[in-house]
């Protein structure tokens, strides 16, 4: 079973500063069933990244994915009040989805 | 406007059943895939379940293998969760989310991986 494990669980930063989200595999994986989520309080999960670099429609250019192999990132470029709410990454393998425990990106 | 609008959530006695509903409206919901993902409260996110755009295949997380079933009605745009023999550790938001995965024209466009169009969600409680 593929584990993902996000680091940092909190990331404390100021509006404007440039965040780095880390997603690590247990083994590795194709880039192809890498993606990274958004999650506002009470509100469902909005896609940002799939195929572990390419942004979903609407998403603006801050955000950006990178990586292979088991270590995969995601770039906010300059942190905007909205950006500060949590963001999972998920993976599939094996016919099944797997999502890493999540990274909350609050205001320092 | 593409949307999907989950119902049928509320309260289930340990060992009962419930039966979730997913409404799809905006777009061609026969050629997607769906799935249903969870999130417990104050937790994070799990996959529960998978189903091709022709009900083909069909996945489930270990978690609820055997107990829950998913299927859909294309002619309806409904995709449904038969939940039976719930249990505490399944009380969550239940969310239905589109797959990137498509078919069209008899050809399957499996390339993309996620889910880039999710509902509001319903809320499950399982208590005695």
């Known amino acids: 079973e593929i584990v993902l494990t996000q680091s940092p669980v909190t990331l404390s930063l100021s509006p404007g500063e440039r965040a780095t989200l880390s997603c690590r595999a247990n083994?590795?994986?194709?880039?192809?069933?890498l993606a990274w989520y958004q999650q506002k309080p009470g509100q469902a999960p909005r896609l940002l990244i799939y195929g572990a670099s390419s942004r979903a429609t609407g998403i603006p250019d801050r955000f950006s994915g990178s990586g292979s192999g088991t270590d995969f990132t995601l770039t906010i470029s300059r942190l905007e009040p909205e950006d500060f709410v949590v963001y999972y990454c998920q993976q599939y393998g094996s016919s099944s989805w797997t999502f890493g425990q999540g990274t909350k990106v609050e205001i320092k | 406007e593409v949307q999907l609008v989950e119902s049928g959530g509320g309260l289930g006695q340990p060992g009962g059943s419930l039966r979730l509903s997913c409404t799809a409206s905006?777009?061609?919901?026969?050629?997607?895939?769906m799935n249903w993902v969870r999130q417990a409260p104050g937790k994070g996110l799990e996959w529960v379940s998978y189903i091709s755009s022709s009900s083909s295949d069909l996945y489930y997380a270990d978690s609820v293998k055997g107990r829950f079933t998913i299927s859909r009605d294309n002619a309806k745009n409904s995709l449904y969760l038969q939940m039976n023999g719930l249990r505490d550790e399944d009380t969550a938001v239940y969310y239905c989310a589109r797959d990137l995965r498509y078919c069209s024209g008899g050809t399957c466009f499996y390339y993309n991986f996620g889910m880039d169009v999710w509902g509001q969600g319903t809320t499950v409680t399982v208590s005695s």
């Open positions: 905006g777009f061609t919901f026969s050629t997607y895939s």
């Open positions: 083994e590795r994986i194709s880039s192809s069933y």
